[in-house]
């Protein structure tokens, strides 16, 4: 949102009130509309690109966690049950574990999973799908079992390879893993972090143990 836009809302918010700035120079006047009361409630990942006039007019913060893995397996059960999919229990956390806590991730896997069931198998409704034919699926999308992706293991990769684990600025891992850093920041790294393979530190990005074992396992 414009500065701008949120320095009008400082007496709308207050007041329920707009002040307006007709004409230029010495023959403007400021013109107040009464405006009707009203709720608004706003969400955002980057609160520090609020200012802070704006944010101190709000009387409730919320802070809204990723879905955990049970919650995100209810989803794909629910999901599926609607497409009329049959899917196993350990199918279905493996879903919600490459979904990485974000429900959209989820319903968009399903998706292309059901889709690829339908395609690959001669099967009427219900569609089974069992974890082989998941595990066969994720291997086209190149997922693996920690519901990482190609782009994941770069990020991963680059800051072994090409910083020795680290620590290393945003900017300069996403420029050297050929993302740009607002994708790393927004797309990748919180997974990542959650997971325990990077962690942030004063002096940058750097790779854990976690990190290191699970890399050694896919370099043997």
């Known amino acids: 949102m414009p500065k701008v836009c949120q320095e009008i809302l400082y007496t709308a918010m207050e007041d329920f009130a707009l002040?307006?700035?007709?004409?230029?120079?010495?023959?403007?006047?400021?013109?107040?509309?009464?405006?009707?009361?009203?709720?608004?409630?706003?969400?955002?990942?980057?609160?520090?690109?609020?200012?802070?006039?704006?944010?101190?007019?709000?009387?409730?913060?919320?802070?809204?966690?990723?879905?955990?893995?049970?919650?995100?397996?209810?989803?794909?059960?629910?999901?599926?049950?609607?497409?009329?999919?049959e899917i196993e229990e350990e199918a279905r956390r493996l879903i919600a574990r490459a979904s990485k806590g974000v429900p959209r991730q989820a319903i968009n896997l399903l998706k292309k999973l059901k889709e690829f069931a339908f395609l690959?198998?001669?099967?009427?409704?219900p569609l089974k799908i069992g974890?082989?034919?998941?595990?066969?699926?994720?291997?086209?999308?190149?997922?693996?079992?920690?519901?990482?992706?190609?782009?994941?293991?770069?990020?991963?990769?680059?800051?072994?390879?090409?910083?020795?684990g680290g620590p290393v600025g945003l900017t300069s891992l996403a420029l050297s893993a050929n993302i740009s850093p607002e994708e790393l920041e927004t797309l990748y790294e919180p997974a990542l972090i959650r997971l325990g393979l990077i962690a942030r530190t004063r002096k940058g990005r750097v790779l854990t143990q976690k990190g290191y074992a699970y890399l050694k396992e896919r370099l043997k």
């Open 19 to 85: 002040d307006l700035v007709i004409g230029k120079g010495n023959a403007s006047k400021v013109v107040r509309l009464s405006i009707p009361r009203f709720t608004l409630i706003a969400a955002t990942n980057k609160p520090n690109l609020c200012l802070g006039p704006f944010l101190d007019r709000f009387t409730l913060f919320f802070k809204l966690d990723y879905y955990s893995e049970e919650e995100l397996m209810e989803v794909v059960r629910r999901l599926a049950e609607k497409w009329g999919i």
């Open 120 to 125: 690959s198998s001669a099967q009427e409704k």
């Open 131 to 164: 974890l082989e034919e998941l595990k066969r699926f994720f291997k086209i999308l190149e997922i693996d079992e920690w519901g990482l992706t190609p782009e994941d293991r770069r990020c991963l990769l680059t800051l072994y390879q090409e910083f020795k």
